[in-house]
């Protein structure tokens, strides 16, 4: 059972340009979790998504940044016109459906965003 | 979620046990204790969680006080790929917040030979 996956690996923007974060959760997951990691920092949620519904985006930036989970396909963190500041590790994690404690969540190696 | 409190480093030999406190004295009834790591920035692992009884798995034991305001995480024989930064969470189950983990600075385990 392959693990959550994330790619890029790693992204180089330059500053205005757009970055899309792709994630696809464990077989079977279908709530997915973004985490933002600053350089020397902690990790630092940001929104939280099941299949088509953004259930809790209480550590998105205001500006610039949102959050998919279609249907079909991965799920997408999309940075438009990025600054230096948004120089960071992204993780992603998926847990099994069902309100039902434990929701363990799983995380993913996590794309290294570069912006020049 | 409840505040919790680690010690900012520990050392361990190898193949010792590790034994990793985490203060929670603020934790209400149906708060969880969960346990992650993060080794060398590698996406964070989870190892063990619990509500109020002992837990074991295959990674690490978990031992929560009576009172349930502190826990240790166990490794039994740490090794040196266990060098992690190892978190601690209480974590609420239901409500708005059933969705994140909240990570703190974590306890940094340097496990020498």
């Known amino acids: 059972n392959a693990g959550v996956m994330q790619n890029p690996r790693h992204l180089v923007r330059r500053r205005g340009q757009e970055a899309r974060l792709r994630c696809s959760p464990m077989?079977?997951?279908?709530?997915v979790y973004w985490y933002r990691q600053l350089p020397e920092e902690g990790l630092k949620f940001m929104v939280y998504?099941?299949?088509?519904?953004?259930?809790?985006e209480s550590g998105m930036p205001k500006e610039r940044f949102s959050a998919e989970f279609p249907k079909e396909g991965p799920s997408i963190l999309r940075i438009q016109q990025v600054v230096r500041g948004d120089s960071a590790a992204y993780f992603c994690?998926?847990?099994?459906?069902?309100?039902?404690?434990?929701?363990?969540?799983?995380f993913g190696p996590g794309t290294r965003l570069t912006v020049l | 979620d409840a505040k919790t409190t680690q010690p900012t480093s520990m050392d361990c030999a190898e193949g010792r046990a590790a034994n990793l406190p985490c203060n929670h004295s603020t934790i209400s009834g149906n708060e969880y204790v969960y346990w992650y790591r993060q080794i060398h920035s590698q996406g964070p692992q989870y190892i063990i969680h619990g509500l109020k009884n002992n837990e074991t798995n295959e990674m690490a034991s978990l031992i929560i006080t009576e009172d349930r305001k502190s826990s240790t995480l166990i490794l039994p024989h740490a090794t040196l790929r266990d060098t992690a930064v190892y978190y601690c969470?209480?974590?609420?189950?239901?409500?708005?917040?059933?969705?994140?983990?909240?990570f703190g600075q974590g306890t940094i385990l340097t496990v020498h030979p």
């Open positions: 969470i209480v974590r609420l189950w239901g409500g708005t917040s059933y969705g994140k983990l909240t």
């Open positions: 994690a998926s847990s099994p459906p069902g309100l039902f404690p434990p929701d363990t969540q799983y």
């Open positions: 998504l099941q299949k088509e519904n953004i259930i809790d």
């Open positions: 077989k079977g997951h279908s709530h």
